[in-house]
C-alpha cells in the first residue's frame, strides 16, 4: 500500500500477483467462505456429470485474485469499480497469475481515476479473466 | 418455467448482516494476509471501525442470501449447466463487518445466442445502508443448454 500514485501513468503495470497452484482445499474452503455451494467446484461425481473431466476453480475466486492485486497496490477505500468477463474455466492446480496495466487516467467526480486492464493466465498461456478496474489516484 | 421467466423477477428487499467470521474466513479462502482483513485490532489501528471485507466479499453475501442458484432451479433452470459470464461490482464506500445492508436484487435482463443453447440472464442488485448507496452488482449468468447431464 505504498504505491506513490502520483508517479502513476498510462503504461503504468502493477506489481504482479502470482498465486501457488489451486488446491481443492481452496475450493472447499472457498465454497464455505463465499456462499457458492455450487458441487461442480468441490465435487468430482457432479462435475464429471456435467461434462467435466475435474471439479474447476470457483470464477469468483479468481475475481477475489484481481481485487488483491488492486489492494496491494493501492488502499481499498480507492477502488471505485472492479469487472471482470470470464473467458475461460480454471483448472483445478492451475497456477493464474493476475496482472494489471494503467490504460487511461481521467478525471471523474472530481478526482483523478486510473483505469486498469486486468487478467488472468495461467501457466499455459490460457486467459482466464479479462478485466478493469477504477482507482482513485489522489 | 424457464430462465426467460425470470426476467423481471425481483426479490424481496432484505438485511444482510456482515459477520465478523465470515470476513475472516473469506480472506483466507483468498490467500489475503493483510491482517485489516482478518484481524479485528490491526483493522482498528488502520483506522477501520471492524475488519475490512475484501472487494468481491459482497457477492457472496448476495448470492447466498438471495439463494440465486434456488430460485434458478426452481424455475428449471439446471444449475450445474450455469456458468459465470461476466461480473461488475461497482463501490461507494468500504464494507465492514458490523455492517448491517439492505439488499435488493432483481433478473434485469434475459437473452439468448445460438437459437437458444446458450441463454443469457443478467442481475442487477444493490446493497444500502441508510438510504445510501454501499455497492452495485451485476452479473451475466450463462446456460449452456445440451451440455451432457
Redesign the interface.
Known amino acids: 500500500m505504498t504505491t506513490d500514485t502520483a508517479a502513476v501513468q498510462v503504461g503504468t503495470q502493477l506489481p504482479p500477483l502470482v498465486i501457488a497452484p489451486i488446491s481443492r482445499t481452496t475450493l472447499a474452503l472457498f465454497a464455505g467462505a463465499s456462499g457458492d455451494h455450487n458441487a461442480i467446484h468441490i465435487d468430482i461425481d457432479a462435475a464429471r456429470a456435467a461434462g467435466f473431466e475435474d471439479v474447476f476453480a470457483h470464477g469468483m475466486l479468481s475475481m477475489a485474485y484481481l481485487g488483491r492485486l488492486i489492494t496491494s497496490w493501492v488502499p481499498q477505500s480507492r477502488l471505485r469499480a472492479l469487472s471482470t468477463r470470464f473467458t475461460s474455466i480454471t483448472p483445478v492446480l492451475a497456477e493464474p497469475t493476475c496482472t494489471g496495466t494503467v490504460v487511461s487516467i481521467d478525471e471523474i467526480d472530481g478526482e483523478q481515476r486510473a483505469t486498469i486492464e486486468l487478467a488472468i493466465t495461467l501457466a499455459d498461456g490460457t486467459v482466464t479473466l479479462a478485466g478493469e478496474a477504477v482507482v482513485a489516484l489522489v | 418455467m424457464s430462465a426467460e421467466s425470470l426476467k423481471g423477477y425481483r426479490w424481496p428487499e432484505s438485511t444482510v448482516d456482515v459477520e465478523r467470521g465470515?470476513v475472516a474466513?473469506?480472506a483466507?479462502?483468498?490467500?489475503?494476509t493483510?491482517p485489516v482483513y482478518s484481524d479485528v485490532e490491526a483493522a482498528r489501528g488502520a483506522g477501520h471501525p471492524d475488519l475490512?471485507a475484501?472487494?468481491?466479499f459482497v457477492?457472496?453475501?448476495d448470492?447466498?442470501?438471495s439463494d440465486t442458484?434456488g430460485v434458478l432451479e426452481a424455475n428449471g433452470v439446471d444449475?450445474?449447466?450455469?456458468?459465470?459470464?461476466?461480473?461488475?461490482?461497482?463501490?461507494h464506500r468500504?464494507v465492514h463487518a458490523g455492517d448491517q445492508l439492505t439488499l435488493t436484487a432483481e433478473f434485469t435482463d434475459y437473452f439468448a445466442k445460438k437459437n437458444g443453447a446458450l441463454e443469457f440472464l443478467v442481475r442487477r442488485s444493490q446493497l444500502t445502508s441508510g438510504g445510501e448507496l454501499v455497492a452495485e452488482m451485476e452479473s451475466v449468468s450463462v446456460i449452456r443448454n445440451g451440455?451432457?447431464?
Open positions: 465470515r474466513m473469506f483466507n479462502a483468498i490467500g489475503e493483510d475490512l475484501p472487494p468481491t457477492f457472496g453475501l448470492l447466498e442470501h442458484l444449475v450445474s449447466s450455469v456458468l459465470h459470464g461476466e461480473q461488475r461490482f461497482t463501490y468500504e451440455a451432457p447431464s
